[in-house]
């Protein structure tokens, strides 16, 4: 008699394997690679190119020499992890800050947890996190964007981003009007097409819905977490304006601002570690959105996707638990009792 031999999640129905869907997600963030490169130059390529390198490596000196199993780097996830980690951090951020970041996302956010498949939370996120945690003044030190053409700016030039704008001005006691009307304030044009301050992946929402457009397309990801994420955040967001428009960014800045695209699209769809039924993944949407926009309004930090996407990582497996699908050929109770009698 054969077995049915069922192994790790992801687990993806169709024609597509791991290593195509990674490969289709490094070709859905090219556009926002590109954008990164154009506002933020050599520095931003040399961010990508050290996290992408690092993690693959530290992914192969794992898996040869630790777990002496089969080395898998060629599957895509590597790179997935090293861009994503880029795309988390500002383009000034020294060599061997990243390099801590890409063995924290790979070592113990991955690998020590199986590899591919078995970890609970998105790697490029713990490394983010522990970046800001451990470094917080290089990982908020944010390089004003300057076009590849433009040859008549500092380089060393910085300044606070759309969020970071907002937070300080409201410590400050000023209003959002007065905030939004500051000289230097992005504005909806500039959140869109990427220039402003801020992480690499994060300046250009156009770029990342571009992004998101061709993952739809694939079939790479489902509507079900963007949609929520999106949609709570807005309207939770959109309430706090009506209430009081002078303490709270409206909607609309609050969706094109900061990580919200990159983590709706890129790292909240995460297979592995995001529940498995549509259920389940609108109750996380909807977790990540509420929790991104009340650490943006109460939290310490200006923004809140990193910290929203861990706990809602956390929290899987009891949604998993909750919204456990009916098992295959299982008869219900209440028949079974019919039959009986």
């Given amino acids: 008699m054969s077995l049915l031999t069922v192994s790790g999640s992801p687990h993806v129905h169709g024609n597509q394997d791991v290593r195509s869907i990674m490969y289709g997600v490094v070709i859905a963030m090219i556009p926002a690679i590109l954008v990164s490169v154009y506002f933020f130059g050599i520095d931003s390529a040399r961010v990508i190119l050290i996290s992408i390198v690092s993690c693959m490596l530290f992914e192969w000196l794992i898996q040869k020499y630790l777990l002496k199993g089969p080395v898998t780097i060629t599957d895509g996830s590597a790179i997935v992890t090293g861009v994503l980690l880029a795309f988390n951090v500002p383009s000034n951020l020294p060599a061997l800050m990243i390099i801590i970041g890409a063995l924290v996302s790979i070592a113990i956010a991955k690998m020590s947890f199986g590899g591919l498949g078995k970890n609970p939370f998105n790697p490029a996120l713990v490394g983010r996190v522990f970046l800001l945690i451990s470094f917080p003044v290089q990982m908020t030190t944010w390089p004003i964007p300057m076009p590849i053409f433009n040859t008549d700016v500092v380089d060393a030039m910085t300044g606070p981003t759309t969020l970071g704008m907002l937070k300080e001005g409201i410590m400050a ?19 869109l097409t990427g220039a402003q301050g801020g992480s690499l992946g994060e300046v250009s929402a156009l770029a990342l819905l571009l992004g998101a457009i061709f993952m739809f397309a694939r079939k790479i990801i489902t509507w079900h977490i963007p949609i929520a994420y999106l949609g709570s ?34 790292m909240a769809t995460d297979m592995v570690t995001t529940p498995m039924t549509s259920h389940g993944q609108l109750l996380f949407g909807v977790g990540a959105g509420i929790l991104t926009i009340t650490i943006r309004n109460w939290g310490a930090y200006p923004e809140g996707v990193s910290f929203a996407i861990l706990i809602m990582n956390a929290c899987t497996p009891l949604i998993n638990k909750g919204f456990k699908p009916k098992r295959y050929g299982s008869i219900p109770v209440k028949s079974t009792i019919k039959a009986a009698q």
């Fill in 173 to 191: 006691g000023k209003s959002v009007s007065e905030i939004v009307s500051t000289a230097g304030f992005p504005g909806y044009f500039n959140d």
């Fill in 233 to 266: 955040a807005f309207i939770f967001s959109g309430i706090l304006w009506l209430i009081d428009p002078e303490s709270y960014l409206d909607p609309v800045i609050s969706m094109l601002a900061g990580g919200m695209m990159l983590g709706v699209f890129f």
